[in-house]
């Protein structure tokens, strides 16, 4: 099976492609190498990707669509993994218009690849910042996600949008994942494990957002993809007549369309987050309370029945085993 993913030498774009290239799939990557973080990290990402024989990988951003077309026609996907993405809700206020031309342009010319080459299934990467001013918790897929709080958000929520239009209109089996906080190892340097463990063994002061009375839902990286992995089996098709949709299912009533959180189900407390970080290095962290960011939301939490229901998965690393192996990672990377 052909897979194109884009994004491969992002955080879950490299793992994703890793867990399908030792299953036995032929993989394409693309990614633009921007520098909203560390490229050496993900020039490394793609070294160790490249050691399967089934990877080949473009560097190039999705709004270069003639790159995106040259490439993907050569390649013949058959099942397309949409990752790329401008990311980080607190960027998002500094530059939108990176968030636009990626976000929403970038979407775009994927999905015309997705049309073109009547793909066998389009998965597409959202996030649980989609909710935004939304309080009824757990999240469920089918509740309202219309008041997003940042651009990125905003623009997340426009992929959605567009991706149902596409499978409307095309009959493109589409299925759109909703990421809550994910983390581990080969982990993003702008989010919060990095940023804490790097500046704890520094002795640099944390900055702790809302004086630690924030709530997440951490969702383990492999926990993760293995979830996107199973989903590419869980085509979404047209339902004849509404009535026949479950309670619990988010599939669309005119088009082979769904929407499905990824996450742990379990909200842990930033400042009990925190604890945990220093447990595990055996060093207490200089601890700097802020109060709340501007875009930023108190609380995530994900129902993850949808996820169960349709692969017989749920996420369930506990929190406190997750950063202990993504310590483990970051002490042997960075020699610390």
Avoid: C
Wanted: charged share 25%; no cysteine.
């Amino acid at each position: 099976m052909r897979v194109f993913i884009t994004g491969t030498a992002g955080f879950i774009g490299f793992h994703l492609a890793k867990l399908l290239l030792e299953d036995g799939f032929t993989v394409h990557g693309m990614d633009g190498m921007t520098d909203y973080y560390d490229v050496r990290l993900k020039q490394r990402r793609h070294q160790i990707l490249l050691q399967y024989p089934g990877f080949r990988a473009t560097e190039s951003k999705l709004e270069d669509v003639e790159t995106v077309d040259r490439i993907t026609d050569e390649f013949k996907p058959e099942i397309i993994v949409h990752l790329a993405a401008q990311a980080g809700v607190r960027y998002s206020l500094e530059a939108p218009r990176a968030y636009v031309d990626a976000n929403i342009v970038g979407t775009f010319n994927i999905m015309e690849i997705a049309r073109r080459h009547e793909v066998k299934h389009l998965l597409m990467a959202s996030t649980s910042s989609v909710y935004g001013a939304n309080t009824n918790m757990p999240y469920a897929e089918t509740h309202k996600a219309d008041s997003p709080m940042t651009i990125y958000a905003a623009t997340k929520k426009a992929g959605e949008a567009m991706g149902h239009s596409y499978a409307h209109l095309w009959n493109i089996p589409t299925t759109m994942f909703r990421f809550f906080t994910v983390y581990g190892p080969w982990g993003r340097p702008d989010m919060a494990l990095f940023k804490f463990v790097d500046a704890i063994l520094e002795g640099r002061p944390i900055d702790i957002y809302n004086h630690g009375e924030m709530y997440r839902d951490f969702t383990y990286i492999t926990d993760l993809v293995r979830g996107i992995r199973l989903l590419i089996d869980a085509v979404p098709v047209r339902p004849a007549t509404a009535e026949e949709i479950p309670d619990w299912d988010s599939l669309s009533p005119v088009a082979p369309y769904r929407v499905v959180n990824i996450g742990n189900s379990q909200t842990v407390k930033l400042i009990d987050f925190v604890d945990a970080i220093e447990a595990e290095l055996a060093v207490p962290a200089k601890r700097n309370l802020m109060e709340m960011q501007k875009g930023d939301v108190p609380a995530t939490w994900a129902d993850a029945t949808l996820l169960r229901n349709l692969t017989g998965y749920a996420p369930e690393t506990d929190i406190k085993d997750g950063i202990a192996k993504f310590v483990a990672w970051f002490r042997d990377y960075y020699q610390k």
